[in-house]
Structure formats: C-alpha cells, structure tokens
DNA sequence: GTGAAAGCGCTAACAC
DNA sequence: GTGTTAGCGCTTTCAC
C-alpha cells in the first residue's frame, strides 16, 4: 500500500475531535500546561513537554482555530487580490510558499475593483480575525487603509506611496514605461500611443502602479518631444481591442502601440490581426507585466516584468517581519526591467 | 469628494469593535435577541428586529468570526487548489462568484501535488471550522475523503467516481479525448502520440479527470486499428517540451501530438519551434483545457474544452444544497467539447 | 514550573 | 416574543 505516512493518525477514535482537556487528561496535567507547550510559551520543562506532545500526537490533536482566535491569534495571513489574473496569482502563489513552512496559514479571498467591495473582503477578514493581511492592487482609500492598518499587520502590493502603519511594495512603473518609451523612440517610432486604465480615482502619490506607468509614458514622450497619445480601457482582452480598433482607424494611425498590460496588448494583436495590419512589420505592440502567455512562440510580445522579480516573497516577508513586532512602515521598490521580443521592430519608412 | 458611500460607518468609536453586548445595550434588548435577528432567526417581532438593525448600523457591528464558529457556523467555505493555474483559478472565480451575494465567504487556500500536503490542507480548514469545502483535483485516497466527508459537506472537481458522502462534478476526459483522437485521425494522421500525466497512484475509479483522458486516448487508438504512443511528463510547459523532444527525435515521429493539458501542448510547440519542425504544416498539436493563453491569436492551439462549462458553478451549487442538507450524493459529469483551431490540419502525405 | 479560574464573543437551550 | 443561563475550546492572569 501506498499510503502516505502522516504524524496524525486516522481515526478521531470516537466522535468528536479532542480538545486540548483531552490532551490534557491522557498527558496527566492541566489544560493551561498544554496550552503552553503548543505555544512554547516560556516555562515549561522539558518532562512536561515530552509529556503533552507525545499525548497530542496520540490523540491527532489540532487546536481550533476559532478558540485560538478568539483570545489570542488565528495563525491565519488574507491575502486580499481583485482577481485571479496571471499577475496576482504569482504573488499569491509566492505568499503561500514563503508561509508554507511556518505555522500561518495563507488564506486568499477575491475582493475588488472598487473601493466598497473591496472594503466590504477587508473587513470580513477581519471578521476572521486574521493576523495579517496583504492587499494586492487596493483601491481603497489611503486614510481608510490607515485606520485599518493601525491595529492589524498590513502591506500592500502595487500602490505607491508611503504609509505610516502599513508597508508597501511596488514596482516602479514610471521607470519601467519610460525604458518602454525609450526602446520604442528608439526604433524609430514617433506615433507611439499609450493604452491606459480609466482613472482609479486615488489621490496621488498613492496610485496604483499601473497609473504610474501612464505618467512614465506621458513623461517619456514629452522628453522626446513627441505627443502623448493616450486612450483609455479596461486592462482585459476586449477592452484592448477595442482601444485598439479606435486606434487604428485614425487618420493617421499609431506605427507603435504600448498597452499598460500585456492582456490588453493581445487584444491589440487581435484587433490588428482582424484588419490584416501585419504585426510587427505595419505596427509594433508592447504590454507590461510579462505573464506568461507572453512568453508564448507566437505570441513572442515585448514587454516589461515586474512580477518575477519576486514582489510576493518581499510582500511576505514584509509581513512577517510585522508579525515579528515591527511597526516602522516600509517601502519598497523594485525595478522592473524591459523584455524585448518580436512584436517590436523599427517602423515602416512612409 | 468621491468617497464610496458604504453601510458601516467608518470609525469604531472608541477603542475595540462593538460586540453583541454593544448592540444589546444600544437597542435596549438583550443580546440573545440580537443574535436571533442577525441570522434571521425564527420569533423575533418587527419592532425588535429594527430596533436591532438600527443599532447595529448605527455601532458598524460586524460579527467576529471566530465567536460564531465556536458555537454554529463559520459563514467560510474552504477551496483547496493545487496551485493556481488557468483551470483551478476559473474554477475558483465562479465559486467566489457563486458566494458572493450570500452570507457565506469564499476562501482559498493552495495545497497538493501529494495526498500529504493535500490532507494537511484539508485538516487546516478544518481546523478553521468552514461549513463546507471543495478540493479542486485531489490527490487523496477515496477512504479519506469518505471520513472527512461523512461530517462536513464536500464536493469534488475533476475527480471520478461516485462518492457516499460527497459530491463531484467532472468533464468527461474520457469522452473529451476520444472526440481529439476521432478529430486528428479524421484529419488522416495515425501516428498520434499522447502526452500524459504521472500516474497519480490512486485506484480506479477514483482517478483525476486527466487520467481518464488517457484511457480514453488508448480506446480511440485501438478503435482505429492504430498503436498508442504514450509518453509520460508533468503537466507543465517544461514537461510537454521534454516529452516533445523525446518524441521528435524517434526514427519515425509522431504526425500529431495530443498533451493531455494545453500548457504541456505550449512546451511542444516550442520544441518544434527549435527543431525547426513547422507547426502545423509538420506537426499537428493539440492539447486540452482550452485556457486562455491557447485562444490567443499567434497560439491558435486545438484543444478540448472543458472549464467554460462551469463546473465551477456546478460545484458551488452542490454545496450550497449540501449547506441546505442534503446528504445523497450527486455525481455530475459534464460534457466537453471540441475546439478546432490551427495548430491540427492533415498530414503531410509521405 | 504548574494549575485554577475567568473570560474572549457568540449561539442554543430553556424559562419566563 | 424575549431574556437568562450555560458553554463552545482555547489563552491568560495570578496564585501556589
């Protein structure tokens, strides 16, 4: 047979789970006793925890979270993410595995798109009475955050500015669409448009990453002396197509089009596939974030990469630390760097 | 200003949150009269009941979590994933979905790749007292699952076989890879080489979806008078490369490659991409999933569909009638479907 | 170093 | 219909 040897036997022997008097009884001592060996709390010696373990291990015990939760911590970490999409599923992923070994829990809840929903998934793990929580891409409101953040662990990812009880990591995406902008210019392009996300409405400087990348655009074009050209979407497949075929029926249509994330860019590709506007030759596309079907031969898109240099595991770590008993806010930028693949090349001389 | 307008009222008051006891005291009543009109209760008068809900509204009380658990229900529903890749990260978006508008909360935790893990997973929600769970593509053996299942609602994804005490809702791999052989062979190939899956090690007929594809690979093979050619990898992009390079480097190798998931069929098509075999003119690929990425213009991969059916609302649904008491079983399996694009087209005639 | 007792916030009998 | 009482399983003073 091949079954897995685990530490916890089967069978909960008879009906109910054990409770910590469980243990407590077949070790021979108290239930506060146990209670500390679980905890290694100080002052217990080494006879008493020999005792308590080998009586929990025995038994299959596992404390309840939700009685540990009501006095003391849920060993249990939110991760709160608007969504699933390829770039908070790797810092979700990374988030799991840095408190795999540890005794927390990571719990994921999908929250968002606009600040009352979002405050609504928040809250609720709050209810839950987690001892920390991550928030990937909030759009709620920096006081809001703070208030929450003053008695609970908080760190966010992808929102810049800084906090005064909570941390942050972000990438810099000024930088990284100013070195997109650069490499396009560079190849020659002068109509490069930009593909932007509708206004989040946060107050600078604590946008979301994204909206740092239209003012690295805007800023990179004007150092250049060329004029921005910016239309806005929804970062999703079809909200890139369609900005795209408004794009490309222009008089003069755009000879490079730089979408602010590489889900938008394939709806680019698409719409320009639809109107035989041969990609890279007629026009060049960029995304931002690197996702994995980028990456793709046949998709092959230039863009730029934040994810991969490990923002879930800073995110993590961060945290941690606060579990620790840090309370000085950080923040932490990473800088992204530029992916050049086919979909970029120098423009058709007109 | 543009602040959302929310129920709850920002600032807590004074110090901690208000509990039952606050609202009691507010609303005049007394606090086992409070719990009665927050869950709907049964005998409570109108007037009670708004007197209740005004001074809950009024204090932003938010029930703890935790306090309920110990007592009744915890209002969270476990998922346990493998990771989150495109099929397990729809499948959790439509449950999330699915729980939205309820009381209930949906919360995600990533375990598995070994029935260890996986049951250290489900032990932890457990520990977390969720009203119910469901495990996308376990790994764990039936016996087990029967144990957990037999006091606590359970539904299974992408797993076969008809449990006692839980649900399951699965796509018919079997059916699902039959219909891509009937295609592929339709198209005149006969050399038809099958990428699939490590054994997972558990008995029939409790095997993963995917492992059924195989079987169903093998029987259309046979059906057709034609020699199954499996060769075995992990499902990842890495895997299908390694097993497609195996296979192109054979004497005589395959016309058509069939990987039993789309991501290993994007490991194959760069493995022709570097042997310079044309795809499709040389190779057909096809996979099955049908995620995103293979819809992209520039992959175009044929594959089989199977999460756009919704099994993740199949699943929600399942549990919810569990969550409302029903204890016999259901056993759903749905249909897959073929998706024809370009990456299969006839063989070349030798 | 160890145990007894109180209580976290809520729900579930049971009286009234 | 409403309030009182007890207690879920654990942690935490505070005696000893």
Redesign the interface.
Known sequence: M?????A?P??PGNGR?PTIRDVARVAGVSASAVSKVLRDAYGVSDDMRAKVTFAAQMLGY??????R??RGR?Y?IGVLTP??GPFP?QI??EI?RHFAGSSY??????YGG???DE?EGL??M????VDGVILITPHI?VE?LE?FAASLPMVLVSRNGRGAHFDSVTDDGFAGAEAMVGHLAGLGHRRIAYISQSDQ?LEPPYVLSSASREEGYAHAMADRGLAPWVVRASYS?DGGYGAACALLDADEPPTAIFAGADVAA?GV??AA?ERHVAVPAELSVAGYDNV??SG?????LTTVDQASVGMGDIAARLLAERLDGRTEPKYEVVAPKLVVRGTSVPPRVE
């Not at 793709?296 to 092959?300: I, M, P, R, S």
């Open positions: 091949n079954a897995a040897s685990n916890a089967d069978a789970a596992r404390p309840k979270t939700a009685a939760a009501l849920s249990s969504g699933l599923t979700a992923e799991n829990r990571t719990i994921i809840a999908i606009d600040e009352h405050t809250e609720s709050l209810d839950r009475n409101a809001r208030r409405g497949e394939f590709m698409r596939y994995f079907a793709l031969h046949g998709v092959d």
